[in-house]
């Protein structure tokens, strides 16, 4: 008990150096490579923290275990839009800038909408994964022109940082003297680092976890649906939250979205694709989780769209919404539990 309760220490401190270094890298590539913070957060830090969850997704997918893949991007999709946004605006009210309503935020919503459609006869096709992925390339694209557009406009700006609702904190700066590919390396390798910290702080916090939760008698099932599924989450949580605390609102707004974004495009694009059958979508997560995950994308919109601000009072709604949310699936599975017994 005292290794298990000593790796879940570690895993916590694992955790918050990861986020450290994934916010200081996140923010000075963005300033070395001459692009917005916001595009890094939905892009760089988003596949980066997503990407053990694409790994997996395929992995799986390849042994023939791809049904599991929709439920995954569905609750994480969920703790990324309600439980991420939420705590982050609760710690710091985060200010959102206008890209991420009129452009981000849409293409997340269209996302979740062109998975339902898809998801009809409860299968995603290697053509539905191709779909997704055209639609991928092309944001990507658009979003990189977006990001490249904002930086320059914000160097022309005076830097006294006059602008409250787009600015975000001052990122610490390389030595500009020294040469631009060598910065861009540098600040790529601490994301990658980063990254790195919070797969391996997130797999002994997680582990440590269930195995308390099993100590103590908890069932597998309740364990599934509250630590595993908070815990493949966590790298996105933990980044979120600092860089909030640290002032990157861009990089905390960005990572949350784009994380939901690839989640759909890239998670389910390419295990669509090596997945020798496709992905089937349960008819339970089709008929109740999926249209829940695009009710929070709508949602999510009107927070960001009437003040360009989420504030705490909105963080603490958004995370009642999410625990509402979970104890309506415990309930569930209680319920199924206690129906399955006398049988």
């Known amino acids: 008990m005292f290794l298990t309760i000593l790796a879940l220490l570690a895993g916590g401190v694992l955790l918050v150096l990861g986020g450290e270094l994934v916010v200081r890298g996140a923010s000075q590539l963005a300033f070395a490579a001459r692009l917005s913070p916001l595009f890094v957060g939905l892009t760089v830090v988003s596949f980066g923290t997503s990407a053990p969850e694409l790994a997996v997704s395929v992995l799986t997918?390849?042994?023939?275990?791809?049904?599991?893949?929709?439920?995954?991007?569905?609750?994480?999709?969920?703790?990324?839009?309600?439980?991420?946004?939420?705590?982050?605006?609760?710690?710091?009210?985060?200010?959102?800038?206008?890209?991420?309503?009129?452009?981000?935020?849409?293409?997340?919503?269209?996302?979740?909408?062109?998975?339902?459609?898809?998801?009809?006869?409860?299968?995603?096709?290697?053509?539905?994964?191709?779909?997704?992925?055209?639609?991928?390339?092309?944001?990507?694209?658009?979003?990189?022109?977006?990001?490249?557009?904002?930086?320059?406009?914000?160097?022309?700006?005076?830097?006294?940082?006059?602008?409250?609702?787009?600015?975000d904190a001052a990122a610490p700066v390389d030595d500009p003297s020294s040469p631009l590919v060598w910065r861009v390396i540098k600040n790529l390798f601490i994301l990658a680092v980063g990254i790195t910290l919070l797969v391996v702080g997130c797999r002994l916090f997680v582990d440590a976890s269930v195995a308390i939760a099993q100590r103590f008698g908890m069932s597998e099932a309740l364990i599934g649906l509250t630590i595993v599924s908070v815990g493949t989450s966590l790298p996105e949580l933990v980044t979120s939250v600092m860089a909030s605390l640290k002032g990157q609102r861009s990089i905390a707004i960005g990572n949350a979205?784009?994380?939901?974004?690839?989640?759909?495009?890239?998670?389910?694009?390419?295990?669509?694709?090596?997945?020798?059958?496709?992905?089937?979508?349960?008819?339970?997560?089709?008929?109740s989780d999926l249209p829940m995950m695009i009710g929070s994308c709508v949602l999510i919109w009107p927070l960001f769209a009437t003040s360009k601000r989420v504030s705490r009072l909105e963080g603490l709604f958004l995370l009642l919404v999410y625990a509402a949310y979970m104890a309506y699936l415990i309930y569930q599975q209680v319920s199924q539990n206690a129906v399955a017994v006398p049988a």
């Open 61 to 167: 997918a390849l042994q023939g275990q791809a049904d599991i893949t929709v439920g995954n991007v569905i609750g994480s999709n969920l703790f990324n839009l309600l439980m991420i946004v939420g705590l982050s605006a609760a710690f710091v009210p985060l200010e959102v800038r206008s890209q991420v309503v009129k452009f981000d935020l849409p293409v997340m919503i269209a996302a979740a909408v062109l998975m339902y459609l898809l998801s009809d006869n409860l299968n995603l096709s290697r053509i539905d994964g191709c779909v997704f992925l055209i639609f991928l390339f092309v944001y990507f694209t658009v979003s990189f022109r977006l990001g490249r557009r904002q930086f320059e406009s914000d160097a022309a700006r005076d830097t006294s940082q006059t602008d409250s609702d787009d600015s």
């Open 257 to 287: 979205v784009g994380s939901t974004t690839l989640n759909i495009l890239a998670v389910l694009g390419v295990t669509a694709v090596v997945a020798p059958a496709g992905i089937p979508v349960a008819e339970k997560l089709f008929a």
